[in-house]
């Protein structure tokens, strides 16, 4: 495709609820990255994939949450038993060099 | 630990007039620094890059330098149009890693 695909772009889930967010990079991005954005604040790393690996997940906030990469193309991000203050903007971007491409986000609310 | 700090306040200017807005961070200067626009509900996009080696980077309307004396990069809109009005985010990629650190972001609105 031409650009970062999320879906959806928008989730509202109850608390306790599971959720799955989607991320389709551009073609033959090697890199795919996830963030988390607050309101008001910049992205905040997550999780890092080259290819299908997994190198880095030193931001993941808790092991609540849970991210794949299986064919090394599309991206799902898992929260599961969400919480309240999970509600945020998640980010997805792709790279093959030094410049990020970065998808619409998914908003998540959590109530 | 390195931070990244930007101005969270919002920068009011009319049009026409030269935006700077301002990034430091706190100890070792990151090998490169990166600058995105993001709008209300979109992700950021790529805007510049500048290396620890350059002084001075422009793109059309847009000039980003990078004094590692001061621990500071300043970005540039000159002849500012209100289509510039968005949130301006610097970032850094730590040593070792691949993942972007950036600073809170700071939202210019542009005045017609």
């Known amino acids: 495709g031409a650009g970062v695909s999320q879906s959806p772009r928008y989730k509202v889930a109850k608390r306790g609820q599971d959720v799955a967010l989607r991320c389709d990079p551009i073609?033959?991005?090697?890199?795919l990255f996830w963030y988390q954005q607050a309101l008001g604040q910049g992205p905040e790393f997550l999780t890092y994939?080259?290819?299908?690996?997994?190198?880095?997940k030193s931001g993941l906030p808790s092991d609540r949450f849970f991210a794949e990469r299986p064919e090394g193309s599309v991206s799902t991000l898992k929260i599961q038993r969400t919480q309240q203050e999970d509600s945020a903007v998640y980010l997805c971007?792709?790279?093959?060099?030094?410049?990020?491409?970065f998808g619409q986000g998914t908003r998540l609310t959590v109530v | 630990s390195q931070k990244i700090e930007q101005n969270s306040e919002a920068l009011n200017i009319q049009e026409g007039k030269t935006a700077t807005l301002t990034c430091n961070y706190t100890?070792?200067?990151?090998?490169?620094l990166q600058w995105y626009r993001q709008d209300p509900g979109r992700g950021p996009v790529f805007l510049l890059l500048?290396?620890?080696?350059?002084k001075e980077k422009r793109k059309e309307r847009l000039k980003v330098t990078f004094d590692t004396t001061l621990k500071q990069s300043l970005f540039h809109i000159t002849a500012s149009q209100p289509a510039d009005s968005a949130t301006y985010l610097c970032?850094?990629?730590?040593?070792?890693?691949?993942?972007?650190?950036f600073g809170s972001g700071t939202r210019l609105q542009v005045q017609p």
């Open positions: 971007a792709s790279s093959s060099q030094v410049e990020a491409f």
């Open positions: 073609s033959g991005h090697v890199s």
């Open positions: 994939f080259q290819n299908e690996a997994q190198l880095d």
């Open positions: 100890n070792y200067s990151p090998a490169y």
């Open positions: 500048i290396r620890e080696n350059e």
């Open positions: 970032a850094y990629v730590d040593t070792g890693r691949r993942a972007l650190t």
